[in-house]
């Protein structure tokens, strides 16, 4: 019963997604050609689309983390800075510190402190944007030679951030699907005091899944400011809420305890060929993010209807064997 | 907290303790602030910081009151920054037309109520959680208005600038000041004494039990975004009316201040507690901050870092204090 449901969500949006392609490649022939896939639709969503693996085993959790985009910047300009005072490998491993500290307040937060992940990671969304705005005086930061190369190299044709996300993906569609951490995930999302009582070490675990988050934002702070060459404390402040767009999209459920982190790969290249696609079909910007809006509108609703089901059967598969089986699909 | 079936000496003696928590360290904290500023920087209590203060803390603190009944009832609303964008654009068109002073308001209370009431409506019709339903429609705002506008509308006439420049009363006290003023008693006496405020307490609680209880849950959220619409109306009438020019972004991103303000007063964001006094505090203290800071010798692009770092702090102290008091507890439920 329940395999043919779950299937379906993923294959529909494969379906949409494959439909999309067709459609804007029939309309412009360009756009399916190999360079400009790689230069303009995947290069472009590859920051985006690593924030959103993470994040997904979070907000199956029942969290969610706002202050992505936030960290980025900040690992990022504070990496530029002490790269530029002390050297490359101060500055990169500088990025790396700042992420997983990040990270490590955001979990520490919602894990022992108890507070909502909304309100811990909306304030650290003021708090690390702030300390990048206050460090840099609002001014830019220029990228350095090992975050220029990370940015800006490519292994036939395709970004070197291509290759860093198949990785992270499998990783994570991995430790989801096929360990007892990713089965506890779903538990924790369901029911945070059963699974606590059941014996599974609640706290640390969303300390993990947190730090997780920041380290791989620290990653792409290589990939966006080597991209951009410089970037300003104020350039990702939509970044967080693109990326639940994303996680909403794959069908994983904000309210914890249903999601896939298949789906979220397939959205995230849904909405990189929106994106892009509809810029190629000279759409304007405006008029995108609007189809972007209608695409959540649709998606959400269809979830609505059938997220109601999926979660009952969710829950009973929980109480029958101990974990979602999602490895077997 | 149980608000709705205390008698009215316990509620007195609850709301007494209440206000030793969160409100009173707010105000000893916002005293703390105000006495440092007089120490530190007199300059600071000259006639213009204290206006533009104001200013800015009546707008942030009308759309505040709004957000607070919504995450009251347990919802929130990320769409509050793109509804006061569309609010300053549509009330702007009307502008250009050079339409009399009294036009404004209520054209951009009712655009508020419109947008707001699809919100509402969206997420208790479709079952959808609430921060993904407004998410998508922000979508939606953000992406129709500059399909309508090019950017900005400019050159506006002194009718639409009156309500800023002009509408002082003494001479001196800004027309949003007095706004505010009027809707945070009124709001007041609202949450103390009507019975809806009841519901909307009951909802945020717990929702099967109001339910249970005959409250209808869907009515009452929605009615809680429709109160919120106007209120983000008026505001953004005080936004728009502060320029002769109105960008089609120009609250883009306001919703996060407006959330934080709601959240530093001490409002659950889990729903059912918190009050509107916290709120003012929580709006004031965001108000001062950064022009404070400049008083003082730092930098405001400090002023975002610590925003972000009271914000956390207050709900550091509150969750703590309650983790102490009821050890073992799940203690995201009260504040």
């Known amino acids: ?329 | 907290m149980g608000e709705t079936n205390l008698t009215r000496a316990d509620g007195r003696k609850a709301a007494f303790r209440k206000l030793l928590s969160t409100e009173f360290y707010l105000l000893l904290f916002l005293v703390a602030i105000l006495v440092v500023m007089r120490v530190a920087a007199p300059g600071f209590y000259s006639m213009n910081v204290i206006m533009t203060v104001l200013n800015y803390f009546s707008y942030l603190l009308i759309a505040a009151i709004g957000m607070n009944l919504i995450i009251l009832t347990s919802n929130i609303d990320v769409a509050a920054g793109a509804i006061i964008s569309v609010v300053a654009i549509v009330i702007a068109f009307v502008g250009k037309t050079g339409a009399p002073i009294g036009v404004f308001m209520p054209v951009g209370m009712l655009t508020g109520f419109l947008l707001s009431l699809i919100n509402g409506l969206f997420i208790t019709r479709l079952k959808i959680p609430a921060i993904v339903a407004t998410l998508a429609t922000t979508q939606l705002f953000i992406g129709f208005l500059p399909l309508v506008v090019e950017g900005s509308i400019y050159d506006l006439p002194a009718t639409f600038t009156w309500l800023s420049f002009k509408a002082k009363l003494f001479g001196f006290l800004p027309a949003s000041v007095i706004f505010a003023a009027v809707i945070t008693v009124g709001f007041m006496l609202f949450m103390r004494y009507s019975q809806f405020s009841k519901k909307i307490y009951a909802v945020g609680n717990n929702q099967h039990a109001a339910t249970l209880s005959g409250i209808n849950v869907n009515k009452v959220m929605v009615a809680a975004f429709m109160i919120a619409g106007p209120l983000y109306g008026i505001a953004g009438t005080i936004i728009a009316t502060a320029g002769q020019r109105v960008t089609t972004t120009m609250a883009n991103g306001f919703e996060f201040s407006i959330i934080a303000a709601v959240v530093l007063g001490g409002t659950s964001i889990s729903g059912g507690s918190g009050r509107i006094i916290g709120t003012v505090l929580g709006a004031l203290i965001l108000s001062i901050i950064s022009p404070a800071m400049n008083y003082i010798g730092l930098s405001s692009d400090w002023s975002d870092a610590v925003m972000g770092a009271i914000i956390l702090l207050a709900v550091i102290v509150s969750s703590v204090s309650q983790l102490t008091k009821k050890k073992g507890t799940i203690a995201e439920v009260t504040t």
């Open chain 1, 1 to 329: 019963m329940k395999k043919p449901f779950k299937i379906d969500f993923n294959i529909a949006l494969l379906i949409i997604l494959v439909a999309l392609i067709a459609v804007i490649g029939i309309r412009n022939p360009n756009f399916v050609h190999y360079n400009y896939v790689m230069a303009v639709v995947v290069k472009n969503i590859m920051e985006l689309g690593m924030m959103a693996l993470p994040m997904t085993l979070i907000v199956i959790t029942g969290g969610i983390d706002l202050s992505v985009g936030s960290i980025m910047i900040f690992a990022a300009i504070s990496g530029g800075l002490v790269s530029a005072s002390h050297g490359e490998a101060a500055g990169v491993l500088v990025t790396i510190a700042i992420g997983l500290l990040c990270g490590l307040l955001n979990g520490f937060v919602v894990a022992k402190l108890k507070i909502s992940a909304l309100i811990t990671t909306l304030a650290t969304f003021f708090l690390f944007r702030g300390i990048a705005r206050g460090i840099t005086a609002g001014d830019s930061v220029y990228s350095y030679k090992f975050s220029t190369a990370m940015g800006n190299t490519e292994v036939g044709g395709a970004p070197l951030a291509l290759f860093f996300y198949i990785a992270c993906a499998v990783v994570f569609t991995l430790l989801l699907s096929k360990t007892a951490l990713g089965r506890s995930l779903y538990a924790i999302g369901l029911n945070q005091d059963a699974a606590r009582y059941s014996g599974l070490k609640v706290d640390s675990i969303l300390i993990w899944i947190y730090v997780l988050s920041g380290v791989v934002c620290s990653l792409c702070a290589f990939f966006y400011l080597g991209r951009f060459t410089s970037v300003k404390y104020d350039v990702a402040n939509s970044m967080n809420l693109t990326v639940v767009t994303i996680i909403v999209l794959g069908g994983t459920s904000i309210l914890g305890g249903v999601g896939d982190m298949r789906g979220t790969i397939i959205a995230t290249f849904i909405i990189a060929v929106l994106k892009s696609g509809l810029t190629v079909m000279n759409i304007p910007i405006d008029i995108q993010t609007i189809i972007q809006g209608i695409v959540l509108i649709i998606s959400l609703i269809v979830y609505s209807i059938l997220g109601e089901r999926a979660k009952q059967k969710k829950i009973l598969e929980v109480m029958r064997d101990g974990g979602p089986r999602l490895a077997e699909e």
